[in-house]
């Protein structure tokens, strides 16, 4: 891969944990303590506010994840094995890293 690709592709990284960390701080308070005083909140809106907690708190995990796999590609890059694939070696094709910079398989190993 060139040095110039590479580049793009850690630039795209590192624009993406930036925007997920900006999602998370936004949601963190989505993500909160529910209220349950029955004299302010009828009983569907405190299940409304639980479920809306419990759909806040899963996103963060999968923000969390996805910023996992990004610190992974990064150090990926910097131990010069980013672009490979980690089950059968080869190349990533240049367009699957386009579509998601933090892929760590080819195609034919994710279809498997």
């Not at 809106?45 to 994840?65: K, N, P, V």
């Not at 980690?86 to 933090?102: T, Y």
Request: glycine share 8%; charged share 30%; proline share 1%.
């Amino acid at each position: 891969m060139e040095q110039e690709q590479l580049n793009a592709f850690r630039q795209a990284l590192i624009t993406l944990r930036e925007d997920i960390e900006q999602l998370n701080r936004a949601g963190r308070e989505a993500a909160g303590t529910v209220a349950l005083d029955q004299s302010k909140v009828g009983r569907l809106s405190r299940m409304d506010a639980l479920q809306g907690q419990q759909m806040a708190q899963e996103t963060a995990r999968r923000r969390q994840i996805q910023l996992q796999k990004i610190d992974n590609a990064l150090r990926r890059m910097d131990s010069g094995e980013y672009g490979y694939c980690l089950v059968c070696g080869e190349e990533i094709g240049v367009a699957r890293l386009d579509f998601d910079p933090a892929s760590t398989r080819c195609i034919g190993c994710m279809e498997d």
